[in-house]
């Protein structure tokens, strides 16, 4: 039976971009913190204009929000379990799939999750709730894990026992369906789900290696289509200016 781990203690390589997610997350964690510490007033404006709030992206227009959420974490185990999901989901898919492809997933997994939380808070009146972290990303990178692995046993820290990929997932889909019937967790178990959602139709209709990669071969085949043609209308004006030397 195959098994994800690495090293001793089970962890994988911290390198590629798994290794740029982790530490563009850890470096907005501290640099949040750090202006918490100087002062509270603009730490909570970052969080205001950076994180993702219904309100401010549909009333005003905020949209950017959309693609900024995600840096900002609040709580240092919530971050800390966060950045070691990463850490774990993203370097084994990155392994198999290649960097492209996971940078990919992982963001388009994090535009569902944003998209989600705006069409239940707006569905809901709750567009006062804040919608923050990488977890929208994490559940997207679950899935396609869960999915493409579906057998492989599987750790993710603090878990303290192997389990199969597509019961940790279920485990987790689960918890998120409970947290719909909570008022207060509605919207951010919803726009995970939204995340999730987006990761399974990712790698559904991705192409294998993603669509950057396949945009690029695209490229180079329009390209080496063009210099085939140019090849051939060459040898053409060869043939006809050969034709008029034997002629003459």
Known sequence: MPRLSGGILGFPDFRGFTRQLVLWNLA????????GA?????????????GLIPAAVLQHGFVW??????????GILNTAFELLSIWFL??????????????EIFFFSILGCGLAGLALAAGTHALGTPIFGT???????????????????????????MIKAKYLVTVYMLIL???LFFAGERVVAFSQLGGALFGYIYIKFAPRRGFAF????????VRNRYYRWKRRRAAKKFEVYMRKNRDN
């Open 135 to 161: 977890w929208g990303g994490i559940f997207g990178l679950l899935i396609a894990f869960g999915v493409l692995y579906a057998d492989m046993e599987f750790m993710m820290f603090p878990l303290p026992f």
């Open 28 to 35: 907005a964690f501290f640099l949040l913190l750090i202006l």
């Open 65 to 74: 929000q959309l693609g900024t959420y995600w840096i900002i974490h609040t």
């Open 90 to 103: 993203g370097s084994f898919l990155e392994d198999q799939h290649g960097a492209r492809w996971l940078g």
């Open 177 to 179: 369906v409970a947290m």
């Open 38 to 50: 100087v002062s509270k007033q603009t730490a909570l404006l970052a969080e205001v204009y950076l």
């Open 214 to 221: 396949a945009g690029t071969e695209s490229l180079y085949g």
